[in-house]
């Protein structure tokens, strides 16, 4: 099935059926001898949808084996978390519905993002070393209305999840209920709000548990001393208390990890991290390789190749043993995705002072949102701006060229492929990017280390299981499938 006008009546008639089935599900899954058979359903719904989407086989096959392992995620989200079900029922019968406006434009050679990083704030009451955003206590704020307007035209691109940071963007619910407004006004849609923690309290909890689809990821360092040697003493606790705020009122929550030289063993290493993540309440948890950006950039902190291929075993082990956490990894998950997301392919990101940049962590900004919306730009609106802007053309090229999806960034892994397109498309430097970024130290750190990775990738790193998985075995009986994971 292909998206298309003549499915118009068709597409109504799904929108609504789906909707349907969501909220009839929510009662189902309050039944435990009924939860099982339609968690199963709904996986293979899932998978069905997804494989009707997909023509690369070798995307298919890591997507494949990556959502055959969600089963104990989604059982202990609908044990859990009430409040959230719903949402997450409603967020799923959504993205299952827009998957074929997205196969239509990516069978057409146009973006397809599946989400979008938009920062309602650039302010922030912390001040934490190393911060990509440089963000500060002074700052831009999207007035409520444009973040609507924004919000309504990705929808319209097929976006299912609005993906919002910062800053901290808790001061905007603070300040104006930004947050949960738009989470009513966009019901089927879910919002992944990156946040520092200190900002949710009784009253926030009490908010998002009343809306359900708003999905706090809690940035954390690893342990407690970590956390607070990087954010603040006091901050570990501060987010220790928000994350049981939000589990005791059924708030689908879960963690920010960024990854660096420092830190990779103590969150890789063992099971210990993940295990005390799960104990702490949280849900799901996205891992993010430190980049020399922003406030006080180290590249003495960017990872070994070791560290990165410690990391991606470390959570293909937990999801192979059904953890029930959602996990996602945004560099060494590039096989899953069939490589790079950003330039609009799936993904694009939006500034707090309205500048359009490929990537969060690509430090251009591309054009300004607000001069589309006053008719300042020659594009005529943002759909456009993201199809046709020589810069997202270019990040989108340069994809195609790029076979190896262990090495999927233009960032870090192909830093050369990037600076090309800096040098022959039209762009600006972004407030977060640092002297030397191009040119300098800081690049010559980061080529340093793509060489170091794609030395270890040729030479070293480790099939994935779904690669093992799906070679043919003869004479040897079939692997056991791993037991569940009891919390």
Not at 29 to 44: A, C, D, E, H
Not at 291 to 314: C, F, H, K, W, Y
Not at 470 to 480: F, L, N, T, W, Y
Request: aromatic share 10%.
């Amino acid at each position: 099935m292909v998206w298309g006008i003549g499915n118009y009546e068709r597409d109504s008639w799904s929108r609504w059926a789906v909707a349907l089935a969501a909220k009839g599900a929510y009662w189902v899954l309050q039944v435990p001898m009924l939860r099982t058979f339609f968690l199963g359903k709904l996986l293979g719904r899932l998978k069905t949808t997804c494989q009707e989407n997909e023509d690369d086989p070798d995307k298919w096959r890591d997507m494949s084996w990556v959502t055959s392992h969600l089963d104990a995620f989604l059982d202990r989200l609908f044990r859990e978390r009430p409040a959230a079900s719903k949402a997450v029922l409603r967020f799923l019968a959504a993205y299952m519905h827009d998957i074929y406006k997205r196969t239509e434009a990516e069978r057409a050679d146009r973006p397809s993002p599946i989400t979008v990083v938009i920062e309602p704030t650039d302010r922030c009451n912390l001040n934490c070393p190393g911060c990509y955003a440089k963000s500060t206590r002074d700052g831009s704020d999207v007035p409520y209305e444009r973040l609507e307007a924004m919000i309504q035209e990705v929808t319209e691109m097929g976006v299912s999840l609005i993906t919002i940071s910062g800053g901290e963007p808790f001061l905007r619910e603070k300040s104006d209920h930004s947050l949960t407004r738009l989470a009513e006004r966009f019901k089927d849609r879910g919002f992944l709000v990156y946040t520092n923690g200190t900002m949710i309290d009784e009253e926030i909890a009490n908010a998002l548990a009343r809306v359900g689809n708003i999905f706090p990821a809690i940035s954390i360092e690893g342990f407690e001393h970590q956390t607070d040697a990087r954010r603040g003493r006091g901050i570990y606790e501060a987010n220790r208390r928000a994350r049981k705020l939000l589990a005791e009122r059924g708030v689908l929550a879960g963690f920010s990890a960024t990854i660096t030289r420092d830190n990779t063993e103590s969150i890789a290493a063992t099971d210990d991290f993940i295990d005390l993540r799960i104990a702490e309440g949280d849900m799901f948890g996205w891992f993010f390789l430190i980049n020399p950006i922003g406030r006080e950039p180290r590249t003495d902190l960017m990872v070994t190749a070791e560290q990165r291929s410690m990391l991606r075993d470390a959570i293909y082990r937990w999801r192979a043993q059904h953890r029930p956490v959602l996990l996602g990894d945004f560099w060494n998950d590039g096989p899953v995705v069939g490589g790079c997301i950003a330039g609009g392919r799936y993904y694009f990101h939006i500034y707090a002072n309205g500048d359009i940049s490929p990537c969060v962590f690509s430090p251009i900004a591309c054009g300004n949102i607000f001069d589309i919306i006053n008719g300042k730009s020659p594009y005529k609106n943002l759909a456009e701006f993201i199809e046709k802007h020589p810069t997202f053309v270019a990040f989108r090229n340069a994809q195609k060229e790029i076979t190896d999806r262990a090495r999927p960034c233009l960032l870090i892994d192909n830093p050369e492929k990037f600076r090309h397109i800096c040098r022959t498309c039209e762009y600006r430097p972004a407030k977060n990017m640092p002297k030397g970024y191009l040119d300098g130290e800081i690049a010559k750190a980061i080529d340093e280390r793509a060489k170091e990775w794609e030395r270890y990738v040729a030479e070293k790193l480790p099939p994935l299981p779904s690669q093992i998985e799906a070679k043919p075995v003869r004479s040897e009986p079939a692997a056991e499938r791993p037991k569940a994971y009891v919390s």
